[in-house]
């Protein structure tokens, strides 16, 4: 079993940044890849970018290289998002999730959720 809670988002400035934190637990965590998506009113979730616990490895959303970068530090299971220059077009409830599989880039083969934190942009 994997539990997930996500934490950083807010209200902020158009142009500003934010790190997004997603802490895992639970027996099996670090068996799991760790994605992170999102969901805007009205829109349907949205895959961001992923990793692995171990290495280097990361992938992306075409969409989201540039602004987005996703990164961990293991010993405390934790997974970040960082997102620069922040648009209102990025308003939405951030998801993360534990994958079994790497590199899939949807919603299809997650086996846990978090229950989302939220970012409001403001122009």
């Known amino acids: 079993q994997v539990q997930l809670v996500e934490s950083g988002g807010g209200l902020v400035q158009a142009g500003a940044s934010l790190r997004l934190s997603c802490v895992a637990s639970g027996r099996t965590f670090n068996e799991y890849y760790v994605d992170w998506f999102r969901q805007a009113p009205g829109k349907e979730r949205e895959f961001i970018a992923g990793t692995g616990w171990i290495g280097d490895s990361q992938y992306y959303a075409d969409s989201a290289k540039g602004r987005f970068t996703i990164s961990k530090e293991f010993t405390k299971a934790t997974v970040y998002l960082q997102i620069d220059n922040l648009k209102p077009e990025d308003t939405a409830v951030y998801y993360c999730?534990?994958?079994?599989?790497?590199?899939?880039?949807?919603?299809?083969?997650?086996?846990?959720w978090g229950n989302g934190t939220l970012v409001t942009v403001s122009s």
């Open positions: 999730a534990a994958n079994r599989v790497a590199g899939i880039r949807s919603t299809a083969r997650v086996a846990y």
